[in-house]
């Protein structure tokens, strides 16, 4: 057994530091913005900072991997320079957090993709290196694995051995030590030990396969019968609608998609296989495209169905796009017998690049489609003069049939929710900034929209910008209160806690197990229900107690069991107290 040497430890850490010194500089910057995000109260991070980090990690790695081939060293560092220059310019386009879009999401995702796929492949480009290809992409990624695996095994151990510290000898020990831990072993540790262990550049050139047989078990007789029977499933699904002579249900677009992926990885899984010409490995690299083609018809097949009956969405332009590349990877498969599976990757890596950075990308060209239409249903019923949707009075006399009203409120809705209100502004007078789409609709008439929104299953409130003025001076604390979806914690500090439960907000200080302030919310709900004014938004939504004052900004939820039972999902508000 090898023994383990500190110097040797020492000497790989400082190769990899000056291997991998732009790509190491960004995780511990990321790691310094976690340990800030603990340990200071209130912390607000720029998110392009998040973004910055984050995304320079990846695409550092990938131009590091690409520079070591080259014989002059200097092109790393003036590789590394200019991608940190683009990245930078490219981060600080984006918004802030609290601007922050879906389709800046959706973008900062696939980049993210785009750049780890790229670590993979950029040293290969060459003939003739496919064997390398494979060892050094199943060598890296059982180094991350195994990198992940050490840091939450020491994650544990030392919890464990901190908690024992507090029930033995009576220690006070916050949160905040074990979040500062879990920054050490996961943004730290595990990529340290990942970093120091990727192939080297002499052996990322070897020319010969390291047999793995849990590789060839996982391959052969794990994934293979699995994608079997997944293929049986469709090809039965696809005689049956056309036996029915109908068409395919939209999900199957995404069964078609995983049945082709997954293929795709068990080919490469099996690809040192086909060396030792194992008849099912090598049958199945050969054929698996044709077997594909039919699916893939099929999915095409049910993506344009979902175009008809929804329109063009992001998402389904996205499934499109992937739909288009099977084809091409299909063929390119079957014509070059699934030699060259590294082109798998670029390629997917260069069309999902190419389709979200630009203006043809699928989220401006989705966005264009949205406000087309939308442009010509305001155009074609007589809402628009001189370009503006007409007076509140006038808007009221037209009438829409439903389909067109929920198709317009639709794209009214996936405009504001991905591209922000202010695309929808050229067609309005007044300022949107600080309306909701539910406002948007009503200023619309869009009966049939709202009734989604006034029915007795949903509620939404906002405190408009004629606000009450409330004197402050009798008061001694401000606290911010602010839940989503997953949790109920409205507030946390040294001082305060405030959570949500049975809508109520139980104040507690913090330490304390009873709650010295409860505010039931049920009756203020009730009352902004009952304002049959026409408007979501309120010009007072207080509620006073004895020793605080709220109020609320915004909040939304369910009514469930046909109105028996209130869920909150959204709340924001602002408490003062005494």
Same mark, same amino acid.
């Given at each position: 057994m090898k023994r383990i040497?500190?110097?040797?430890?020492?000497?790989?850490?400082?190769?990899?530091?000056? #291997? $991998?010194?732009?790509?190491?500089?960004?995780?511990?910057?990321?790691?310094?913005?976690?340990?800030?995000?603990?340990n200071k109260d209130h912390a607000d991070i720029d998110s392009r900072i998040w973004t910055m980090f984050g995304l320079g990690i990846p695409l550092l790695l990938a131009v590091s991997l690409f520079a070591e081939g080259l014989k002059d060293k200097l092109w790393?560092?003036?590789?590394?320079?200019?991608?940190?220059?683009?990245?930078?310019?490219?981060?600080?386009?984006?918004?802030?957090?609290?601007?922050?879009?879906?389709?800046?999401?959706?973008?900062?995702?696939?980049?993210?993709? =785009?750049?780890?796929?790229?670590?993979?492949? =950029?040293?290969?480009? #060459?003939?003739?290196n496919d064997i390398s290809f494979w060892e050094f992409s199943k060598t890296s990624i059982i180094q991350f694995i195994t990198s992940y695996i050490f840091a939450g095994v020491l994650m544990i151990g030392l919890s464990l051995a901190i908690l024992s510290l #507090?029930?033995?000898?009576?220690?006070?020990?916050?949160?905040?030590?074990?979040?500062?831990?879990?920054?050490?072993?996961? *943004?730290?540790? *595990?990529?340290?030990?990942?970093?120091?262990?990727?192939?080297?550049?002499?052996?990322?050139?070897?020319?010969?396969?390291?047999?793995?047989?849990?590789?060839?078990?996982?391959?052969?007789?794990?994934?293979?019968?699995?994608?079997?029977?997944?293929?049986?499933i469709l090809y039965v699904y696809l005689i049956q609608i056309i036996a029915k002579w109908e068409l395919p249900n939209g999900w199957v677009t995404w069964l078609v998609s995983v049945l082709a992926l997954g293929g795709f990885i068990t080919m490469m899984i099996q690809y040192p296989l086909r060396t030792e010409l194992n008849k099912v490995a090598v049958?199945?690299?050969?054929?698996?495209?044709?077997?594909?083609?039919?699916?893939?018809?099929?999915?095409?097949?049910?993506?344009?169905? #979902?175009?008809?009956?929804?329109?063009?969405?992001?998402?389904?332009?996205? =499934? $499109?796009?992937?739909?288009?590349?099977?084809?091409?990877?299909?063929?390119?498969? $079957?014509?070059?017998?699934?030699?060259?599976?590294?082109?798998?990757i670029v390629s997917f890596a260069a069309i999902a690049f190419i389709s979200s950075v630009g203006p043809w990308s699928v989220l401006h060209i989705t966005r264009r489609n949205m406000l087309n239409t939308i442009e010509q249903i305001l155009t074609d019923n007589h809402y628009l003069k001189n370009g503006k949707v007409i007076a509140k009075n006038e808007v009221a006399k037209i009438k829409l049939?439903?389909?067109?009203?929920?198709?317009?409120?639709?794209?009214?809705?996936? =405009?504001?929710?991905?591209?922000?209100?202010?695309?929808?502004?050229?067609?309005?007078?007044?300022?949107?900034?600080?309306?909701?789409s539910i406002s948007i609709n009503e200023r619309l008439n869009l009966e049939s929209a709202l009734t989604k929104y006034l029915r007795n299953d949903y509620f939404n409130y906002s405190l408009n910008e004629n606000r009450e003025t409330i004197d402050i001076q009798t008061f001694s604390e401000l606290i911010t209160l602010d839940k989503n979806y997953s949790s109920d914690e409205l507030f946390s500090d040294t001082k305060y806690t405030a959570t949500l439960k049975d809508n109520q907000i139980l104040i507690q200080k913090t330490g304390e197990s009873k709650s010295f302030i409860t505010i039931a919310l049920d009756k203020k709900l009730s009352e902004l229900e009952g304002d049959q004014d026409g408007d979501r938004t309120k010009t007072q939504m207080t509620i006073n107690g004895s020793n605080y004052t709220m109020i609320i900004n915004h909040v939304s939820g369910d009514y469930e069991n046909s109105g028996e039972k209130i869920v909150i999902n959204q709340f924001e508000a602002s408490l003062l107290l005494k």
């Open positions: 040497s500190i110097k040797e430890w020492s000497e790989k850490l400082q190769q990899m530091s000056v #291997r $991998f010194t732009f790509p190491l500089f960004f995780v511990l910057g990321l790691a310094f913005l976690f340990f800030i995000e603990v790393k560092v003036v590789f590394s320079l200019i991608a940190i220059v683009l990245l930078a310019i490219y981060t600080y386009t984006l918004p802030d957090k609290d601007d922050l879009l879906s389709i800046h999401f959706y973008q900062i995702f696939i980049l993210g993709i =785009v750049f780890t796929f790229s670590c993979f492949v =950029v040293s290969f480009f #060459r003939k003739g #507090r029930e033995l000898f009576n220690i006070d020990i916050k949160d905040e030590v074990y979040q500062n831990l879990s920054v050490i072993c996961f *943004a730290i540790f *595990a990529p340290l030990y990942f970093l120091s262990n990727i192939p080297t550049e002499t052996e990322k050139r070897k020319q010969e396969y390291k047999q793995d047989k849990f590789l060839k078990i996982l391959g052969l007789f794990i994934l293979l019968p699995i994608l079997a029977i997944y293929s049986i049958f199945f690299a050969r054929f698996f495209p044709i077997i594909l083609f039919p699916l893939l018809i099929l999915m095409t097949i049910g993506i344009f169905r #979902r175009f008809d009956d929804y329109g063009l969405t992001i998402n389904r332009s996205y =499934v $499109f796009l992937l739909n288009f590349w099977l084809y091409g990877i299909s063929i390119y498969l $079957f014509i070059t017998q699934s030699k060259h599976l590294k082109w798998v049939n439903k389909k067109t009203e929920e198709i317009l409120a639709a794209k009214i809705d996936y =405009v504001i929710d991905y591209y922000g209100k202010s695309e929808l502004q050229p067609f309005f007078s007044e300022d949107l900034s600080k309306k909701h």
